[in-house]
C-alpha cells in the first residue's frame, strides 16, 4: 500500500472533521508524579499507556535518562518564555538545549497567539491525557513537535496522540485539517535531527493502544496488581 493511500486510510480512521468541533476539556497535570486528572478521576497519560503497553525498550529509559530529558524540556521551556540564563544551565545538557534553541529558530518558532508550550490537554472522546512539547507553526505549517534526547521510541504512535489532543483544544480553521508531526533528536554537540512521521496508519495504532491500555491496564490498576497503585479512581 502506497504512502498516499496508508495516510488517507489513517485519517479517515480518526475522523477529523468530527474531532475538530469537540469541546476542549480541561485537565489537571501532577508534574511530580506525571499523573493527570479530571474532575478528581485518574486520567491514563500518553507516556503511561506507552510504557505500560511496553512500546518501547525499559532498559533505554533510565531514571538518569528521565531527569535528563525533564530538564531539558524546561530549559527549552524557559528559553521560549524569554528568561533562560545560560549560566544556570547544567553542562550536562547545555549541547542539548543549545540543539534544541538551534531547531526553534531554523524552524522560526516564536512566542505568540497559536504557540503552545507543554500544556496538559484531554481528549473527550478517547478518554486520554498528554502534554505536547510544542504546538505551533514550525517551517511554516501547523506543527505537533516532539523533542528526544535519546531514541526516537513509538513517536510516531506518541505524536499521533498529541495531534489528536491538539486537533480538540486548538483547532485549527480547516476541520479536515490534520497538523504535521515531527520528531526532532537533540544530541549533546548541539545537533538536531528533524524525523518527519507522516505514516497515517500511526493513528490507528494510536487509537488501539488507547483502547488495548483501558480494556487490559486499568482494570489491573484498579486492583492495584499492576505497579502497586492501590485503588484510584480512574475515567474509563
Not at 86 to 100: C, F, L, N, S
Not at 112 to 119: A, C, F, L, N, V
Not at 185 to 192: N, S, W
Request: charged fraction near 25%.
Amino acid at each position: 500500500m502506497g504512502s498516499e493511500k496508508r495516510a488517507a486510510y489513517g485519517e479517515q480512521t480518526v475522523s477529523a472533521k468530527e474531532e475538530a468541533v469537540l469541546a476542549p476539556v480541561e485537565v489537571e497535570l501532577d508534574f511530580e508524579s506525571h499523573e493527570y486528572s479530571r474532575e478528581g478521576k485518574w486520567v491514563p497519560g500518553v507516556s503511561e499507556i506507552i510504557s505500560g503497553l511496553n512500546l518501547v525498550d525499559a532498559s533505554r529509559f533510565t531514571e538518569a535518562a528521565r531527569q535528563r530529558g525533564t530538564a531539558i524540556h524546561a530549559a527549552l521551556e524557559i528559553h521560549m518564555g524569554g528568561g533562560l540564563n545560560w549560566a544556570t544551565v547544567d553542562e550536562r545538557i547545555k549541547g542539548y538545549v543549545t540543539a534544541g534553541v538551534n531547531l526553534l529558530n531554523d524552524a522560526g518558532i516564536r512566542m505568540g497567539p497559536g504557540t503552545h508550550i507543554e500544556q496538559p490537554l484531554y481528549h473527550p472522546l478517547h478518554g486520554y491525557a498528554g502534554c505536547p512539547d510544542v504546538v505551533a507553526a514550525a517551517f511554516g505549517d501547523p506543527t505537533v513537535l516532539d523533542f528526544k534526547s535519546g531514541g526516537l521510541g513509538a513517536a510516531g504512535l506518541q505524536t499521533a496522540l498529541y495531534e489528536m489532543l491538539a486537533r480538540t483544544a486548538y483547532p485549527l480553521r480547516d476541520p479536515k485539517a490534520v497538523r504535521r508531526r515531527i520528531a526532532v533528536q537533540l544530541f549533546h554537540d548541539g545537533r538536531y535531527k528533524v524525523r518527519e512521521l507522516s505514516d497515517g496508519f500511526d493513528y490507528s495504532w494510536a487509537l488501539s493502544a488507547v483502547s488495548l491500555y483501558k480494556e487490559f491496564i486499568l482494570p489491573r490498576k484498579r486492583k492495584g496488581v499492576n505497579n502497586g497503585d492501590g485503588d484510584r479512581t480512574l475515567d474509563s
